[in-house]
């Protein structure tokens, strides 16, 4: 298409010069320019997460948000605000680490909604598959996550997941992931949690919403 190679070579040959060659309008072109960049960012606004988590990983999980965009391509940061970058990193558990000896396993200092305590340390369930709960430990020497899903039926351990990280995508996803391919959740499954990051992150609470529809959170 001839405006695509006007674009694609802009840097070579100046628009008025191609425009004169193709017999177009330069006008013509900034049109189907603007009207293209509209639509591409769209699409490219989708990619935000993945680019957002890639930076955050790269970086040993300490960059907050206003490094993390300042590390986004520069046409993504002309664009792109701190607070719907922080409110994405939240959204997908890529909160920074906090620095110092102690490295908690779950952050509940976030802004993302919280469930009340359905719970309230009952721990007794009739069936399996109708409770179930999960919390995210520190282990061999504090350099491993281990992120357990037990059935409250039979105390077994029936998900769980190994991670150098906290990032919600490799600990409470796929713990998760594995607890209900091991065992298929009740209708109405009580699933009690603390009120970590990576428990009330949307793609988290997507998920179990996917395998039980009718699930209630609990968070102490």
């Not at 628009?15 to 309008?25: K, L, M, P, Q």
């Not at 890639?54 to 607070?83: C, Q, T």
């Not at 990576?198 to 039980?212: D, G, T």
Request: proline fraction near 4%.
């Amino acid at each position: 298409m001839v405006y695509q190679f006007m674009r694609e070579h802009k840097n070579q040959y100046s628009i008025r010069e191609t425009a004169a060659i193709f017999g177009v309008s330069s006008s013509a072109y900034y049109k189907w320019a603007e009207q293209g960049v509209s639509a591409g960012w769209k699409e490219r606004d989708a990619e935000l997460p993945v680019l957002i988590r890639e930076i955050v990983v790269n970086h040993h999980f300490r960059y907050g948000s206003p490094r993390v965009r300042e590390a986004l391509p520069d046409d993504y940061g002309i664009r792109i605000s701190r607070k719907k970058t922080a409110r994405l990193m939240r959204e997908n558990g890529l909160n920074a680490r906090r620095r110092g000896k102690f490295i908690p396993t779950t952050d509940s200092n976030h802004g993302l909604p919280v469930c009340e305590n359905r719970l309230n340390r009952e721990f007794h369930a009739e069936q399996a598959g109708e409770q179930g709960v999960s919390d995210i430990l520190r282990v061999l020497g504090g350099w491993i996550y281990l992120t357990a899903v037990l059935d409250l039926y039979d105390r077994k351990l029936i998900g769980w997941a190994l991670s150098s990280d906290m990032e919600t995508v490799h600990t409470a996803i796929p713990a998760l992931h594995l607890a209900f391919t091991n065992r298929t959740p009740r209708e109405g499954l009580l699933f009690p949690s603390d009120r970590g990051v990576q428990y009330c992150a949307k793609s988290f609470r997507a998920l179990l919403q996917e395998y039980c529809p009718t699930v209630r959170q609990s968070m102490r």
